[in-house]
């Protein structure tokens, strides 16, 4: 039996932390076979940011890809060490060792292929292979370039090293106990879900939930491999990540509530109203990479009109820039932003045959007085856009109003 | 023109030093093409292995190197983005990018051979090439190991580029103005020497002298590479290291003077004096690779004699272990050892043409009331072993008998 286990940083921050997770892995040693992936101890990643920064205020991604990858190598040859203590046999190796060859793409390189045959050695030779994690190489000669998989990173490499090698368990530790209905630390009553579609995952991933990765879940769902969250501290079993079961139809449609402050919100002010306007505004931003959610467009009046939508918070500035020029060439007065907004989703695959639950989420924020300032939603999403202020007031309202606190 | 410059750890300790290293190599590069190999930022590699040794005793080799190598692959990365800054066009290359191709031996690896494909591709782009340094890998395929070169491995790093690129400049920068008739820290008479032969320095640095290592100075004078060893920090014009020249012969005979602390001495008490024993100790301490100095045999009595030697301070642990069971066969009373001695070493290549020095270094140690405890010389050099609470005034004391003050 191959398993693959997947320790984030919070699970290594430490070299206590470090014994820690070796343990654990010498007690999943005995009965399989153990590929783990690990993530940069602690803050590393953000530290060696923060140091780039000091030398460049936009450091060539090839270079910044170089210098991150260093983290998890640190980390896979570290953990190594404490497994060689507890007396089990393992062995490091960068993502280019694994054989996981990537686009020529830097800082979000999306992998190619995995080339598992060291892996396959290493794993045949009795050893436990610790990868280091977010990482791979653009071709399989020495002298290729290090690229990494982007932010979470090392929750793909796991599922993809599990869909390349047939694995029997992929999983993800992590410092929650797994996937709950909303974000327990402000919910009390938020509730632990034994499993969750990829789907559903996905929409929550997407919409801040910051469990698991969503490029994981996606290739997940796309070899088919079960994803298992749990907790690296405890023992509680965590939640599965599958494909939508039959049981699922009977349960609650909704299956939770998730929310997301790292968000901005981008207004273009008096825009002239004409056909065309909308593509500008909106190719641009694709073209440089930037991913747009809740859009809202005012009535026209007077032949001007107001186009607002949101942007991930990291790619603000970023979104500021290209509008720059996009600005004057569609005559708008100006573009002003605001980052004190959130989206708050009400998720689930049941939502999809289940008309009415907009309606109900709306009412359930209505009755706390919270304004809806932009809605969007999905085939099994309903997200509404909030002053950021009432997050807290609004998720409390919404886990109640779909009695989420039920099993 | 190629100029191959290696920039220590101690030039790069901070993002403020890094800029300024950039802005040495932004100067270099208006007129020629530069390799620069870096070193890890500071103490990155003192402080990756203390958290080695929190998670193992005796950390494993290869899990050692990939760890190790990480510091100055960051450094690489960082040096670049600053050179980026000024607008030098640069790449980053680890030591595998950089076709290093290394024996599979771990920590202290040498190199089989050099493929700069890549590297020659990069400078004849136009761009600075920045070499992590101290690392290389085991074979030119993705999946090869990762090897450090040992200790200083940086310095060979530098040479073995050069001579591959049969670079027209090598330039060690380091936190020293170049290579001094003694410490300068101890003999403020301390003298910087224009040029030094390759079999000078060899010595120096095999003797304590740390401005460079002893394994590139090797390799220098095998591919016959003149190597500057200067200060970072300034422009002063630094010790040229190459072959002796005839000019040398009117100098003063004597070079400098090393003095060494790191170093123990063990003895083996009381070892009955039969043909092999001197065989069975030393062949043991070949075997475990460990590198044995000045050894001294007393006069034998009642069949019984005392065994002394010198071993790196660094090997002490592990000579210890090699000899335990070693006192056993030989039927030795004991093993004692003592780390409070120091070498001192007169240096020349006029020492093996001169007769005499011996004696001159004897009387000048006498008349300072120390006590000499051994004595090993080479063709070029004399080293006493002393007390180590007299190193100051030993190194004083030749420093003035042989008028190194003098140019």
Redesign the interface.
Known sequence: MIVVQKYGGSSVST?EK??NVARRIAETAKHSQVVTVISAMGDTTDD?IA??K????M??G???D??L???E??A???L???L??QGIPA????G????IITEKVATKARILKIDP??LREELNSGKVAVIAGFQG?T????????TTLGRGGSDTTAVALAAALRADKCEIYTDVDGVFTTDPRIEPNARKLESISYEEMLEMAGQGARVIHSRAVDLGELYNVQILVANSANTTQGTLIKEEDPSMEVRNPVRGIAHDADVARLTLVSVPDRPGIAYQVFHALAQDNINVDIIVQNVSQAGLTDVSFTVALPDLEKAKRTLESVVKEIGARELITDQNVAKVSVIGSGIRSHPGYAAKMFGALSSEGINILGIATSEIRITCLIDQDYVKEAVRALHKAFQLEKA
């Open positions: 070299t470090i014994r060696l140091i780039a000091e030398l460049s205020t450091p060539d090839r270079e910044l170089k210098l990858a260093t983290g190598q640190a896979s040859a570290l190594t060490m404490a060689h203590t062995v490091s190796l960068t280019g060792q694994a054989g045959r060291r190489i071709d399989n000669a020495s002298w290729a370039d290090i």
